[in-house]
């Protein structure tokens, strides 16, 4: 490298390292200045950043030294690549089935998993009986994210999962990024917020990432609220349509409250609502699983 006046000299330096097959020329730049102590040494200081080689650099060497003059290097600052490893979790069965659903962890996941070994790590988790699988079938798509007020890639992903099997609303996945390493990293959950009905547990249940949320997360689709039933009568009863006294959810502030309504709840709610409170009128029966919607027969 020259060392002509500092704007040539630093042009050369960008130009010759650039022209490496490995290094990205648009995101290399040099600055040139005269060594600290002229006292001591006669010399020049080339600061040479690499602002969108991705990962790790490795620190150059000397290879070349021209006369008696030495050549040193050292690294200011070590670029960041994300390592280490983080956890996924999930709750199971759905809340209209059981009244406290389990939570599910994935063992550790490396941090640059790809989108074949995150899908089989996520639907080999299975329940305490070891049959159902928690997270059901997956489909992954991993693709590398650079955040928008960054310019070089770090190491980072997106992974979208896409749950093909299991039915209603999926609660937001719970995240473990204790173990991952890298400046600044942190590990995020979008989940779309689609409304005053988008609850788990009675809490609303949504997240974004907080830069560069795509918005294209979507949540399943359940049947939630209420509803009202009308019947024709017959020669003792007259016809009757109820208001929307009918929940899909058990409410109340018991600790059943967030299951889906049972056989027995309907058949009083019929009993007080469509014959007038005489009882023995009806027999209510529901079926024992819920459709993909989480929607009951009875």
């Known amino acids: 490298v020259g060392t002509e006046l500092a704007s040539v000299s630093s042009s050369d330096w960008e130009g010759k390292l650039g022209g490496l097959s490995v290094i990205d020329s648009t995101g290399i730049v040099v600055s040139r200045s005269v060594v600290a102590d ?32 030495d050549c040193s290097v050292s690294t200011a600052q070590e670029s960041s690549m994300i390592g280490g490893d983080f956890a996924l979790s999930t709750t199971w069965p759905h809340e209209y089935e059981i009244e406290t659903p389990g939570l599910y962890s ?19 988790i299975v329940d305490g009986g070891g049959i159902d699988r928690v997270f059901g079938t997956v489909n992954v798509v991993r693709t590398p994210y650079v955040p928008s007020d960054q310019i070089r890639w770090s190491g980072g992903y997106t992974w979208m999962i896409t749950f093909a099997s299991r039915g209603g609303n999926i609660p937001a996945l719970g995240t473990d990024d204790t173990d991952l390493l890298g400046s600044g990293v942190q590990l995020e959950i ?16 949504s997240a974004s990432f907080t830069i560069d949320d795509p918005g294209t997360a979507r949540d399943g689709n359940q049947v939630s609220g209420s ?11 007259g016809a009757v349509t109820s208001s929307s006294v009918f929940t899909v959810q058990t409410g109340g502030s018991g600790t059943d409250r967030f299951l889906a309504l049972p056989a027995a709840d309907m058949e009083s709610l019929i009993t007080q609502h469509i014959f007038g409170g005489v009882a023995n009128q009806i027999d209510v029966i529901r079926s024992s699983t ?3 919607w989480m929607a009951y027969t009875y």
Do not use: Y
């Open 106 to 124: 994935s063992n550790s996941l490396v941090a640059n998993i790809d989108a074949t070994t995150l899908q089989q790590e996520l639907e080999s």
């Open 290 to 292: 819920p459709t993909q």
């Open 227 to 237: 509803f009202a039933l009308s019947w024709d009568g017959n020669l003792r009863h």
């Open 190 to 205: 979008s989940d779309e917020d689609s409304g005053a009905a988008d609850t788990f547990q009675g809490s609303a249940n």
């Open 38 to 69: 002229l006292s001591a040494d006669v010399g020049f200081v080339w600061r040479v950043t690499f602002e969108k080689q991705p990962g790790r650099v490795n620190e150059m060497k000397c290879l070349t030294v021209s006369g008696g003059a």
